[in-house]
């Protein structure tokens, strides 16, 4: 199974300002993945991450206000821009590991998550 | 599109009885179904998956689930609940022609000694 690390575990940042959320793994993957979970809520994902291609963003997810990086097939970045409080969640990446096409042995693996407190 | 719905968002149980958590899934395609569990202040783990093998899926910490297309369910129980498995679980569903996971809204589970 792929390990999956993210820096910074934490952070508490003022409105406007902007967050860059690291994501590395330790295999070489195809698709990375950012979620968000809201407090008390479930995980939506924000958008899908190809190396060497733009992200697929989720409805209601733009990318002004979330730029990905996906320089290389082991990392993936992921920005909040011009913060405001509604923005304070955990923010997890995860990528999918396995054989899709013969269905039986694919899942996600996720990362230990970025809490984000915007004040 | 796949949509899952968790029918119970608090189940309390006391230590050393069952547990069952409720999941129904909406799948347009032949889907792949999972449970995850997230304690506190921490990642999601893999409990258990389901993806066209065997309908009774045995997962980590004496969880199962069993896969069942006529009720569109899949739910998730353990014969013997432990103090440690308080935490919150989701019940997601991925269809083979799409990357996405769908999440349902989580169950809390309780545990009473």
């Known amino acids: 199974s792929a390990v999956i690390s993210q820096k910074p575990s934490r952070d508490i940042c003022q409105r406007g300002t902007s967050l860059t959320i690291q994501c590395q793994v330790d295999?070489?993957?195809?698709?990375m993945f950012w979620y968000r979970q809201q407090p008390g809520q479930s995980l939506t994902l924000i958008a899908t991450?190809?190396?060497?291609?733009?992200?697929?963003?989720e409805s209601g997810f733009v990318i002004d206000k979330f730029p990905i990086s996906r320089p290389n097939l082991t990392f993936s970045t992921l920005t909040v821009s011009n913060m405001s409080p509604e923005d304070s969640s955990i923010y997890l990446c995860?990528?999918?590991?396995?054989?899709?096409?013969?269905?039986?042995?694919?899942?996600?693996?996720f990362g230990p998550g970025t809490r984000l407190t915007v004040t | 599109a796949q949509s899952v719905t968790q029918l119970d968002s608090h189940v309390s149980v006391s230590e050393g009885t069952p547990v069952l958590l409720r999941c129904n899934y909406s799948?347009?395609?032949?889907?792949?179904l999972f449970w995850y569990v997230q304690h506190p202040n921490k990642g999601l783990q893999l409990l258990l998956k389901?993806?066209?093998?065997?309908?009774l899926v045995k997962g980590i910490n004496g969880f199962e689930a069993e896969f069942k297309k006529s009720e569109t369910s899949f739910h998730l129980t353990k014969p013997s609940a432990h103090m440690s498995d308080a935490a919150e679980y989701f019940c997601?569903?991925?269809?083979?022609?799409?990357?996405?996971?769908?999440f349902g809204a989580g169950t809390t589970v309780t545990v009473r000694a």
């Open positions: 799948s347009s395609y032949s889907p792949s």
């Open positions: 997601v569903v991925s269809d083979l022609d799409d990357y996405k996971l769908s």
């Open positions: 991450a190809n190396q060497g291609s733009e992200a697929t963003y």
């Open positions: 995860s990528v999918e590991d396995g054989d899709r096409a013969s269905q039986g042995s694919y899942e996600q693996y």
């Open positions: 295999s070489q993957v195809t698709m």
């Open positions: 389901y993806t066209s093998a065997a309908t």
